[in-house]
């Protein structure tokens, strides 16, 4: 799959989805604004693991600092929602920084470890400083400029920002940087052996990885109006990790469409039983079992066995 | 010279691999480094390239001190090598992966805008073609055989441009014609390319075929270094290494 | 000075005391955790859940046996035993199928049971939470710094040791033991010499497990058994492996210890943020010991 028809692809379906609310009711603007954002937030994680390798096993954290990050400035701190729209973005990559400063002298399953931890650490602080974050309740009913405060607005805003936000991590994935990135995820000691300097560049893929992280946030404020500790809980990281994992890891647009499942499946599951998790939980070690490269990963596969040897460049 | 190893030191867990090993290399030389399997070659070299932090003794490059100093910065001072087990990144192309080699060479990886296909194409295609791998360019390089993956390995050390090139058995496991041809390729790049090449080798007939000098080693000690002849005719290397039989006459 | 004269008062080394007994239920997990991280290296994330089944299991033990003393004795017993069938089960299923993928499969197959493990115990038990009356035996207290000290609290502080010893016992002084540390090295030559590894790393597994609900039986008693006590357990035991040194059982002791005193000292000086505290403690560690205080076996 050559990385233009991936493009191809996503402006596709964007154009889709730009004329989606006008035939569709509003609780499925609603989903799909949900799933863009949820989506971003997957494709953000695997930035950093499918394509860094690296074990960034709570990648909630951002998502969540984002989201309080322009919560706070808004209702506590009483600025404009455009600048609390870019402050959450900023706080998360500051906290990615600093997260992945601690972690990132440490190996594969010790960073993972260590970053579930210190997310906990993040979450216990935000669920207990009720001045301030409005513990565990969260902040509701947070305010929107008028032009995203309808549900057409907030719709198409959580498009367009986020249709941008793939856009970009796509760019920079093929980039030198990008390049890099995958070789050390391919092999440290030889990404080291032609100088490239391992931890610098994976802090900097942690760091752009929670910037993004911290836009979807953004966006699920301004979908939802409101932001919660579960947030950034360390099990709604592994739920992201499950949608990377479901989509293709490998793949740039898995994860957006391992969170299209997953989001989709609890919003229908939910309505029929109390046992969503058992649900998610069976589905998960299927994956494992039988689709280790995901759903698009699989669908690569067999199409790269199916079309001659000259194609198999990429499926990226 | 161009690189000078002075007593230098290694132990792993209370083994000593390295117990003061000393190295010359003159610019424009090829110099194998012998010694029996676990004589502490690997090693050495991991010391030079900075893979290992030394815990003694010295390494100069080119009249500078470079002991200790980590693997990203030896290769950016012109030092670079391939590795005896092959050492590549699997999930990407032939193409691919000498292009992030001429990419961090010409210290671009942080460039995060600019799509890797418009950069650093013609370095890449040049070095391919020199390796003889430009066929295979677009393959997935985890489905090459073992032989090209070898060369690839030597292909990515180029990627660094380096003035010293370190083979770690630079023709381990390859088949007789592939080692017929990886030896010339290596003779290319010193007549060529103008390269230093520092290699190991168990083979002793490509050692005395390509190389000018020779350090033998043995349980992480230099025995002796100097030219061909001087060291195939030195007793203790027959001794210790080539198993006191007299090849001094071969 | 003064906050050296705070920290000898006695009501202080009281709480110490209380938060030290409660250390050695996180010990008694933690090893648990650790034992299969060292030997198996997976971060294995059900393992808060095995804790939460064995203190619901605890409950139902403990009431089928009509209560009392007996019943708590036979939930001690049995409890962890069934939580090890448990993970047994899933080991031979599911997990034995994959040790040779990456861990981070492994890791989210370990989240995906954890999963279930919720679930299912919604499923028997219900949402609401659980009490598991303590027997008369260990009712009351014992002036302590002239503070009472609850009598369950010394039990606990007698079970973790007795546990480290049992486990070092079983880790340097049994084949098994010996087998399972030389797999940790090196599973190929462990494999190579005609040992049948996967038993070895199901036993392992199921040691680990067992420890789990072991640490949940010992809890039941003091607190309320209820969903989600998994979820913060786990973090906490992650924090005190990573301190000791993945995969070494007295790291894990350690890491309990130092865990247990800054919390509970935390929780004393500054009571809306104590929970800073233990967290603090992991990074100075860190940053001086980047791989824990005591030799990790990876």
């Known amino acids: ?316 | ?250 | 000075m003064d906050i050296i004269s705070f920290i000898c008062s006695p009501g202080v080394l009281c709480q110490v005391l209380v938060g030290l007994s409660r250390t050695v239920i996180l010990f008694i997990v933690a090893s648990g955790l650790s034992l299969i991280l060292g030997v198996l290296r997976i971060p294995n994330i059900a393992h808060g859940s095995l804790y939460m089944i064995g203190a619901f299991l605890a409950f139902s033990v403990s009431k089928a046996f009509g209560g009392g003393i007996t019943g708590y004795w036979m939930a001690i017993l049995l409890a962890p035993l069934i939580v090890a069938a448990l993970s047994f089960i899933a080991e031979r299923a599911i997990f034995c199928r994959l040790y040779e993928r990456e861990h981070i499969m492994l890791f989210l197959l370990t989240f995906a049971f954890a999963l279930i493990f919720g679930d299912l115990v919604k499923l028997v038990w219900g949402a609401e939470y659980r009490t598991v009356s303590m027997p008369r035996f260990f009712q009351g207290s014992i002036p302590i710094f002239g503070l009472p000290f609850p009598i369950y609290n010394f039990f606990l502080l007698f079970m973790g040791p007795l546990v480290a010893i049992m486990l070092w016992v079983i880790v340097n002084k049994t084949k098994m033991g010996k087998i399972s540390r030389a797999a940790a090295v090196d599973r190929e030559m462990v494999g190579a010499v005609g040992i049948n590894v996967s038993m070895v790393f199901a036993t392992v597994f199921v040691i680990g497990c067992y420890l789990a609900g072991l640490g949940g039986a010992l809890v039941a008693p003091i607190v309320n058994v209820t969903l989600g006590m998994d979820h913060t357990l786990i973090i906490e035991a992650f924090l005190i492996v990573i301190m000791g040194g993945l995969g070494n059982i007295w790291g894990a002791l350690l890491g309990a210890l130092i865990f247990g005193v800054t919390q509970s000292l935390g929780i004393l000086i500054w009571p809306q943020f104590g929970i800073i505290f233990p967290y603090a403690a992991v990074i100075v560690v860190l940053s001086f010991r980047p791989t824990g205080l005591l030799r990790s076996t990876w």
């Open chain 2, 1 to 250: 010279m161009m690189l000078e190893v002075r007593g230098i030191q290694k132990s792993f867990a209370g083994f000593q691999a390295v117990n003061g090993a000393n190295l010359d290399v003159a610019e424009g030389e090829i110099v194998a480094v012998i010694g029996p399997n676990g004589a502490g070659k690997t090693t050495l070299f991991n010391l030079i390239t900075g893979i290992l932090t030394p815990d003694g003794g010295q390494v100069i490059f080119k009249g500078e001190d470079i002991t200790g100093l980590p693997a990203h910065r030896t290769c950016k001072k012109g030092i670079t090598r391939s590795f005896q087990v092959v050492n590549i990144f699997s999930r990407l192309t032939v193409f691919e992966n000498v292009r992030i080699a001429v990419l961090s060479q010409q210290g671009r990886t942080f460039n995060l805008f600019t799509p890797s296909k418009r950069l650093a194409t013609k370095e890449t295609a040049e070095i391919l073609e020199s390796v003889g791998l430009i066929r295979k360019k677009d393959s997935v390089c985890g489905a090459l055989s073992h032989g090209e993956q070898k060369v690839l390995e030597i292909a990515i050390a180029l990627g660094g441009k380096p003035e010293l090139l370190i083979l770690d058995e630079p023709t381990a496991g390859m088949s007789p014609e592939e080692t017929a041809r990886c030896i010339d390729l290596i003779k290319q790049l010193r007549t060529n390319m103008g390269l230093t090449i520092l290699f190991c080798e168990h083979d002793m007939e490509i050692v005395f075929g390509i190389a000018n000098r020779i350090m033998v080693m043995v349980r992480g000690v230099t025995i002796i270094q100097g030219a061909c002849d001087e060291v195939r005719c030195n007793q203790a290397v027959q001794d210790a290494y080539l198993g006191g039989s007299d090849v001094c006459s071969v």
């Open chain 1, 1 to 316: 799959m050559g990385a233009r028809k991936s493009i191809v692809a996503l402006l596709i379906i964007l154009a889709i989805l730009a004329i989606a609310p006008f035939g569709l009711p509003r609780f499925y603007t609603y989903l799909i604004a949900l799933i863009v954002t949820t989506g971003l937030l997957a494709t953000s994680l695997n930035f950093v693991l499918g394509f860094g390798g690296i074990y960034q096993f709570h990648h909630a954290v951002f998502y969540g600092a984002g989201a309080y990050g322009a919560a706070i400035m808004i209702v506590k701190l009483g600025y404009p929602a455009w600048l609390g729209f870019i402050t959450g973005p900023v706080v998360a990559a500051v906290l990615s920084f600093v997260i992945g400063l601690i972690c990132v002298r440490l190996s594969k399953l010790y960073f993972g470890m260590l970053q579930i931890s210190l997310g906990s650490l993040v979450w216990a602080i935000v669920y207990r400083w009720y001045g301030f974050t409005g513990g565990d309740d969260g902040i509701h009913g947070i305010p929107m400029p008028e032009l995203i405060g309808s549900p057409f607005g907030s719709y198409y805003f959580t498009l367009i920002v986020g249709g941008l936000s793939l856009l970009v991590m796509y760019r920079i994935l093929n980039s030198p940087f990008g390049s890099a990135l995958q070789g050390i995820r391919d092999n440290v000691v030889r990404s080291q052996a032609v100088g490239v300097s391992v931890r610098r560049h994976q802090l900097a893929a942690i760091v752009i990885a929670g910037f993004f992280g911290g836009v979807a946030g953004v966006l699920f404020v301004v979908v939802d109006n409101s932001v919660f500790p579960d947030m950034m809980f360390w099990t709604l990281s592994l739920e992201i990790t499950i949608m990377a994992l479901l989509g293709g890891w490998l793949t740039f647009l898995g994860p957006l469409l391992g969170a299209a499942v997953v989001v989709s499946l609890r919003t229908f599951v939910s309505g029929v039983t109390d046992y969503w998790t058992l649900v998610m939980g069976i589905l998960l070690v299927l994956v494992i079992l039988f689709l280790p490269e995901g759903l698009l990963g699989y669908v690569f596969e067999v199409w790269k066995r199916r079309t001659s040897e000259s194609s198999e460049v990429q499926q990226r």
